[in-house]
């Protein structure tokens, strides 16, 4: 998890609103100013009284504190050539990119208005590196997590299981289909078809798009690997509460039983390494068995999702491993059935809501060019053919089958996610210890430090 260096301030805590653009300006331990176009420095803040303190999120193992010299004595609001938005925005984006692969905790960021987020969202779109972006507009957070292997090899099966599933159901092209929507796929967002902005969260969407381009978003699949549980329900509540069709919300909970830690520079492990040897046998857990929770929530029908509704008829949760809860799972698949028949029903009413708008439309247009009333009573009267078309009738009888996902099939996928991250961890790792033992040759081979004394 990620840890925080904390900054305490001799100074009445300030906060930096995006709508206000300002903020206080600390000072770095060796009284380094920022300049006037810095922008905010990149802090979550905490609120306490008597102790106030920036904190600066951080994916090591460790918490420094420095003093700083910031003295407040007014509060006003700085000219826009003091708040530099731009340069705190670049700021947010180098942070990001400076994360290495395999130091997978995630990033948060405060204060971030949603020109912010979609200006990092353009800046990192076009970077090898996928990184997920969640962003909540409530709380203005910005949470950045560069997916392991063990987030993006357990999406790849869900997101082919849906996609088989609702295919199944047998909706004609010409009245539209079901688009099975990630972040590593997705360019639009939302019902407003915009194609500048990833999907961010959840991390799949199973999305309706009808003949007239409109998109119902139905069920999200949310993957959760570094942040806490509660951090992830705060945010998908937030998303559900601005989604007025979503139907259902699935979460797995991924969890590390054992919190990886790298060696350290003074453990007996990276002396072993630092030593020059043909062959050199060690031991460390680069990666630790996990526990899998899987939660499923289905809206009530006349409410909205409430991810605190624990009603059995609405919520189901059970742990898929270690220890398969086959009882809990199969009360699980009973409800992604119900979830099932609810988006069939909801999308077959939008399609016959569509055909009886056309049929309208139609009828208006032949009352209007008609000279005969008696004409115009035939027409207003014909019934529609849109709405009872045959072509639908196998998808009004469809049924879902009864298990949704396939755990057997889903489990060789996180196994071998498991051993990549393990891989990617050794070695991002191993990068930096070849990296420490260059700067000593260099340190070596130069005579120590090179900087000459100043003559008094």
């Known amino acids: 998890m990620p840890t925080s260096l904390t ?86 984006v180098a942070e990001i990119r400076g994360r290495r692969h395999g130091v997978h905790d995630s990033q948060s960021f405060s204060h971030v208005s949603i020109n912010d987020y979609e200006y990092i969202a353009e800046a990192i779109a076009s970077d090898d590196d996928q990184y997920n972006l969640s962003y909540t507009p409530s709380s ?10 063990i987030h993006e090899n357990f999406l790849m099966p869900l997101c082919k299981s849906m996609d088989a599933v609702f295919a199944s159901m047998g909706i004609a092209p010409e009245y539209g289909e079901f688009m099975i929507q990630m972040n590593s796929t997705l360019n639009g ?55 007025l069709n979503i139907v259902a919300l699935t979460l797995f909970d991924i969890k590390e039983n054992i919190r990886h830690l790298p060696p350290k520079e003074s453990s007996k492990m990276f002396d072993t390494l630092n030593e020059v040897e043909l062959v050199t046998v060690f031991h460390h857990n680069w990666v630790s068995a996990v526990t899998v929770t899987v939660t499923t929530w289905l809206r009530r029908p006349a409410g909205q999702l409430d991810l605190n509704d624990h009603d059995n008829e609405f919520y189901q949760c059970a742990e898929l491993t270690p220890n398969a809860d086959t009882t809990s799972l199969a009360n699980v698949q009973r409800l992604f059935q119900h979830t099932l028949l609810r988006i069939q029903d909801m999308t077959l009413n939008h399609i016959d809501q569509l ?9 208006s247009s032949d009352k209007s060019n008609s000279d005969k009333s008696n004409s115009d009573e035939s027409n207003s009267d014909e019934p529609s053919t849109a709405v009872v078309d045959p072509s639908l009738l196998a998808c009004r009888t469809w049924v879902p089958l009864a298990l949704l996902f396939d755990w057997e099939t889903v489990m060789p996928y996180l196994q071998r996610g498991l051993k990549q991250t393990g891989y990617d961890r050794y070695s991002s790792w191993h990068e930096n210890l070849l990296k420490h033992k260059a700067l000593e040759m260099e340190n070596s081979l130069g005579g120590g430090s090179t900087k000459r004394s100043r003559k008094v």
């Not at 203005?140 to 292997?149: E, R």
């Not at 990833?198 to 799949?204: K, S, V, W």
């Open 7 to 92: 900054l305490p301030l001799r100074a009445q805590s300030v906060y930096y609103d995006c709508s206000q653009a300002w903020k206080s300006q600390p000072s770095t331990p060796q009284q380094k100013q920022y300049s006037p176009t810095s922008g905010p420095p990149l802090v979550k803040h905490h609120s306490t009284p008597s102790a106030n303190c920036l904190a600066i999120q951080s994916s090591t193992d460790t918490c420094a504190q420095f003093e700083t010299s910031l003295q407040i004595s007014t509060l006003r609001e700085p000219s826009v050539h003091e708040i530099n938005k731009g340069v705190w925005r670049k700021k947010i």
């Open 140 to 149: 203005s957070q910005l949470v950045v997590i560069l997916p392991s292997p």
């Open 189 to 243: 967002c939302g019902t407003s078809g915009s194609q500048a902005k990833p999907l961010g969260q959840p991390d799949i969407l199973v999305e309706f798009h009808d003949k007239e381009s409109e998109r119902l978003q139905l069920w999200g699949t949310e993957v959760s690997y570094s942040e806490t549980r509660e951090d992830v329900l705060f945010k998908l509540q937030d998303y559900v509460d601005g989604a």
């Open 355 to 363: 055909a009886a708008e056309d049929a309208a439309e139609e009828s």
